[in-house]
């Protein structure tokens, strides 16, 4: 940008504001040290290394199910387009979830993904003086994100039905004048559902500065309704959105934010450039593809149910949960379930600090599932030996 430009924009002529493009000139200079955007930040702490070829890994949420077979072919055709940016196929994707959502076109900001659209969206509403409220246990890239520009991070813990707890997030957000309050629904890691009228109420009684950042990445995989209609009544809501769970498209990077002009438009000052143009036109051929999200949601969950029963049938403790993913209680440090599993082959998720005893599980194949139960049993009793 030549120095004309850069003075342009700082006086006003462009949505940038000086406060955005100082903070952007900090990230340029800490480049690829950033700890809410490095590889690992980027595989969602779930990055193994080389695994073996029979191995199982139910560690990171995904969807082995991978694309629809609508998205695979959209995908295949445009390979060889793959020289020109296409820009008109993320207006594409925008104009397609838009219209489904009952939105107008300018309500949607496409992304590679959700984890880029939530630390922009940590960077633009919160500071030193505007702190991140979050649930404990939550997904932590905001939260991560937030430390990196000097925000308070606040942690509430969830509710003995592991829903957040907002009236507790909200009366945080009241007495320390939060910048954004971040609910992901269903809930990751635990997988499990916040009301949509606690949502509704948190809306209602939020402070007026503050922003709800509701991350529905694993909503398509629970019976519960989406909260789009919250953002066409133009409330203070940023709604994020992935092809990375349901519709099996981690790898191929697509996803979008959802939310009133003004406030996804603080967004964009944070980067700019072409997405991903195979994600791009596989995500628009996901939305179009029919009955592919209960078919998805049904497969996912009979294979869900299968491995709670087993667990309740052999008195392993878990959380009940209507996502792709579950927390089991290993009744001891759960780094140490990790670490047997692994030698057994089968590469489950993390733990969070406030639940050390907790390891996260994704929902793989039934077959996938098959081994791992095997591999459970094995590993329960050589350690409670």
Same mark, same amino acid.
């Given at each position: 940008?030549?120095?004309?430009?850069?003075?342009?924009?700082?006086?006003?002529? @462009?949505?940038?504001?000086?406060?955005?493009?100082?903070?952007?000139?900090?990230?340029?200079?800490?480049?690829?040290?950033?700890? #809410?955007?490095?590889?690992?930040?980027?595989?969602?702490?779930?990055? =193994?290394?080389?695994?073996?070829?029979?191995?199982?890994?139910?560690?990171?949420?995904?969807?082995?199910?991978?694309?629809?077979?609508?998205?695979?072919?959209?995908?295949?055709?445009?390979?060889?387009?793959?020289?020109?940016?296409?820009?008109?196929?993320?207006?594409?994707?925008?104009?397609?979830?838009?219209?489904?959502?009952?939105?107008?076109?300018?309500?949607?900001?496409?992304?590679?993904?959700?984890?880029?659209?939530?630390?922009?969206?940590?960077?633009?509403?919160?500071?030193?003086?505007?702190?991140?409220?979050?649930?404990?246990?939550?997904?932590?890239?905001?939260?991560?994100?937030?430390?990196?520009?000097?925000?308070?991070?606040?942690?509430?813990?969830?509710?003995? @039905?592991?829903?957040?707890?907002?009236?507790?997030?909200?009366?945080?957000?009241?007495?320390?004048?939060?910048?954004?309050?971040?609910?992901?629904?269903?809930?990751?890691?635990?997988?499990?559902?916040?009301?949509?009228?606690?949502?509704?109420?948190?809306?209602?009684?939020?402070?007026?500065?503050?922003?709800?950042?509701?991350?529905?990445?694993?909503?398509?995989?629970?019976?519960?309704?989406?909260?789009?209609?919250?953002?066409?009544?133009?409330?203070?809501?940023?709604?994020?959105?992935? #092809?990375?769970? !349901?519709?099996?498209?981690?790898? !191929?990077?697509?996803?979008?934010?959802?939310?009133?002009?003004? !406030?996804?438009?603080?967004?964009?000052?944070?980067?700019?450039?072409?997405?991903?143009?195979?994600?791009?036109?596989?995500? =628009?051929?996901?939305?179009?593809?029919?009955?592919?999200?209960?078919?998805?949601?049904?497969?996912?969950?009979?294979?869900?149910?299968?491995?709670?029963?087993?667990?309740?049938?052999?008195?392993?403790?878990?959380?009940?949960?209507?996502?792709?993913?579950?927390?089991?209680?290993?009744?001891?440090?759960?780094?140490?379930?990790?670490?047997?599993?692994?030698?057994?082959?089968?590469?489950?998720?993390?733990?969070?600090?406030?639940?050390?005893?907790?390891?996260?599980?994704?929902?793989? =194949?039934?077959?996938?599932?098959?081994?791992?139960?095997?591999?459970?049993?094995?590993?329960?009793?050589?350690?409670?030996?």
């Amino acid at each position: 940008m030549t120095s004309p430009q850069l003075s342009a924009r700082c006086n006003g002529e @462009s949505p940038i504001s000086r406060r955005a493009f100082s903070r952007m000139a900090t990230l340029l200079a800490a480049g690829a040290t950033l700890p #809410f955007y490095n590889e690992s930040a980027l595989a969602q702490l779930s990055k =193994t290394g080389p695994i073996p070829p029979d191995a199982v890994k139910i560690n990171a949420n995904e969807n082995p199910l991978g694309p629809c077979p609508e998205a695979a072919e959209a995908i295949a055709k445009v390979i060889a387009k793959g020289g020109r940016y296409m820009y008109e196929e993320t207006d594409a994707l925008a104009s397609t979830l838009a219209e489904q959502e009952g939105l107008d076109p300018e309500y949607v900001l496409p992304f590679p993904g959700s984890s880029d659209p939530l630390h922009r969206a940590v960077l633009a509403f919160t500071s030193k003086e505007k702190p991140f409220v979050i649930s404990d246990p939550g997904y932590e890239a905001g939260g991560r994100a937030a430390q990196f520009v000097g925000a308070k991070v606040i942690k509430v813990p969830l509710t003995q @039905s592991y829903a957040h707890d907002v009236k507790a997030m909200v009366k945080a957000a009241q007495e320390r004048k939060a910048g954004l309050i971040y609910i992901c629904n269903p809930n990751n890691p635990t997988g499990t559902i916040t009301p949509r009228a606690d949502i509704e109420w948190l809306v209602a009684n939020k402070p007026e500065e503050t922003v709800l950042l509701l991350d529905e990445a694993y909503i398509h995989l629970s019976d519960e309704p989406m909260c789009s209609d919250l953002v066409a009544m133009d409330k203070d809501v940023i709604i994020l959105r992935t #092809f990375s769970k !349901l519709y099996g498209m981690a790898g !191929l990077r697509a996803g979008a934010a959802i939310g009133r002009p003004d !406030l996804i438009g603080k967004l964009r000052s944070y980067g700019a450039g072409a997405l991903p143009l195979t994600g791009m036109v596989g995500a =628009t051929a996901s939305l179009k593809a029919k009955n592919l999200v209960p078919e998805r949601r049904k497969i996912i969950k009979d294979v869900r149910e299968d491995v709670f029963a087993f667990l309740q049938k052999n008195n392993i403790t878990f959380i009940p949960s209507v996502s792709n993913c579950f927390m089991l209680d290993a009744k001891m440090p759960a780094r140490r379930l990790i670490n047997a599993m692994k030698k057994e082959k089968i590469y489950i998720g993390r733990v969070w600090p406030v639940w050390p005893t907790h390891a996260r599980i994704s929902v793989g =194949t039934k077959e996938e599932m098959a081994k791992f139960k095997t591999a459970l049993l094995k590993v329960m009793s050589d350690l409670q030996a």
